[in-house]
């Protein structure tokens, strides 16, 4: 699968900025602890390596409605039982203590559509704060248990981060950008995406799940070596 999705990026581009897209969910606890890890491998590379993060937009499950579901009886229809839950979430608990999250996830009630998350993650890319409003989604639905499905708290959300929530407000009532962020996500999946986060490092390679900082790491300075490697062999030639 990391092939077929490196087989459908764009080529990368010699330079010293290493692009990371992150293919995530706002639902996804997996994507919290990815965001964690890929932040303590920022800090195991050289610092003479830059990064340009961009969160890219996911649907686990695009079934639910925008008004969201039942969130007890959304995950006892996916996983069969409270003891099939319990076993699904336990390592993402374990998980999220090492990474320093402090999960509720008893707290969620609603389980919501996050395409409307997705669009305002869409706006907050032209406002240049993205990944702090990707930080301030997760942490109001995995920790602070926030209702993702109301407007009035996706705007609160936005004005959080540094947005216009009148803008926001407005924008959100309207149908503004959901074709497009609908159309990137399906572009995502025909690349191959099948599970997130999947990040795609230098528009060339797949890093498929919550991996070690470590993994990640190296991957960011393979791509900044290797695109050093191919400048040397253009100037020589």
Known sequence: MADNVANNVADNVVGNVVEIDVVSDVMCPWCYIGKRRLEKALKLIPDHIEVEITWRPFQLDATIPQSGRDRKTY?????????????????IAKAGEVEGLPFNLEGIEVSPNTLDCHRLLHWAAI???????????????????????KN??????????????????????????????????????????????????????????????????????????????EAEQTGST
């Open 75 to 91: 995950l006892e229809q996916k996983f069969g039982s409270a003891e099939g839950i319990a076993q699904v979430y336990e390592p």
């Open 152 to 229: 009035e708290n996706l705007v609160a959300l936005a004005v959080e981060a540094g947005m216009d929530g009148k803008v926001v407000k407005r924008m959100l009532e309207s149908d503004a950008d959901k074709a497009e962020v609908q159309a990137e996500i399906d572009e995502y999946r025909q690349m191959g995406v099948q599970s997130v986060p999947t990040m795609i490092v230098g528009k060339k390679y797949a890093v498929i799940g919550a991996r070690e900082d470590t993994t990640i790491a190296e991957v960011i300075e393979g791509v900044y070596q290797e695109r050093q490697m």
């Open 127 to 149: 406002e240049g704060v993205q990944g702090k409003l990707s930080e301030i989604l997760f942490e109001a639905y995995f920790v602070k248990a926030i209702d993702l499905t």
